[in-house]
């Protein structure tokens, strides 16, 4: 993709502001490519978890979490992902899979710090999962990814059994403040005008995201720090300010599945008071699900990224 940037105008805009427009000019036809290399084909296949962007009828981004034994996702080709897999019951992705539909997924591995991502649109739809088409296709470092070793506690295929679903409104309930406060992991997704969903990764000490309630809804603020500079996230919200979230309690399988509204904060006292961000992300929640024990892996207690060390809670 060295002739032809993979950037689409909200993206281009926030790496001008940040001052990297030309830097990422020059090295991303060699990041981004619309296949994916070797490492990457052999790297899905070893995931038991999945993070994946979607988006609803109304243009809605939303995350989510595929689980599966190791194997679960395939590669026939480097632009290919085959997933068996099925979404968790009361999991928005249900609705959102269909052929031709967009997504991003985000291939994490937290006990390596490994990650690669895939953005495509679905090709083929069983009810045994789901086949990508790959168009682009990108590694991450392993900044800020806290270190965990993931176990099944029960088969995967459970995910599908109906279980206790909470709605959330605008105004998160306590028990939903309260495992997102405690976070020190989430992931979001976001989505730009005919350029399709993208997934990323967000990671900082327990605490790092504010949870704040006001004016009949609850605001979720939280620290940017340095990355690849692809703005990819920042760039999508500067296009189009809906995301999705997904918070995971690694202890217990609930999720935490929000939608909210978007904002870059790129002055000012509050960002200067947060040791290591470079730019404050606020979401404001305009609706959720929360389902409990809807992913059948716990994972081991924590070793924090060595990045932690510079930033704030």
């Known amino acids: 993709m060295a002739d032809l940037s993979p950037f689409h105008e909200g993206e281009r805009l926030v790496q001008s502001r940040a001052g990297v427009r030309d830097e990422m000019a020059q090295r991303t036809g060699r990041a981004i490519r619309d296949f994916m290399p070797e490492q990457h084909r052999a790297f899905f296949p070893l995931l038991s978890f999945l993070i994946v962007g979607s988006i609803d009828g109304a243009g809605q981004p939303w995350a989510s979490i595929l689980v599966g034994r190791p194997g679960f996702i395939q590669s026939p080709d480097a632009r290919t992902l085959r997933i068996a897999a099925q979404p968790a019951y009361g999991d928005p992705l249900g609705a959102n899979l269909a052929v031709g539909a967009r997504l991003g997924l985000l291939g994490i591995q937290p006990e390596t710090r490994r990650r690669n ?23 991450n470092c392993a900044k800020y990814i806290q270190a965990r070793a993931p176990h099944f506690v029960a088969a995967p295929e459970t995910v ?20 997102i406060s405690a976070a020190d992991t989430f992931f979001i997704a976001t989505a730009a005008p005919g350029d399709g969903v993208d997934v990323s990764h967000r990671g900082g000490r327990p605490g790092f995201v504010r949870v704040s309630a006001a004016g009949g809804c609850t605001t979720l603020t939280v620290p940017d720090f340095s990355g690849n500079n692809y703005f990819m996230t920042l760039g999508n919200i500067a296009a ?56 059948p892996l716990r994972w081991s207690a924590p070793e924090y990224a060595p990045q932690l060390a510079a930033t704030g809670a």
């Open 240 to 295: 189009d300010p809906r995301a999705g979230v997904i918070f995971v309690d690694f202890e217990t399988g609930t999720v935490l599945t929000l939608s909210c509204t978007a904002e870059i904060v790129w002055d000012g006292a509050e960002l200067a008071a947060f040791a290591g961000a470079q730019r404050l992300l606020r979401l404001s929640v305009v609706a959720g699900i929360a389902i409990a024990d809807a992913v």
């Open 117 to 139: 991502r895939a953005n495509g649109s679905i090709e083929a739809l069983d009810t045994g999962g789901f086949t990508l088409h790959v168009e682009q296709s990108f590694g």
């Open 160 to 179: 599908s059994v109906p279980r206790a679903v909470r709605t959330e409104g605008p105004v998160l309930s306590a028990e939903a403040s309260a495992l």
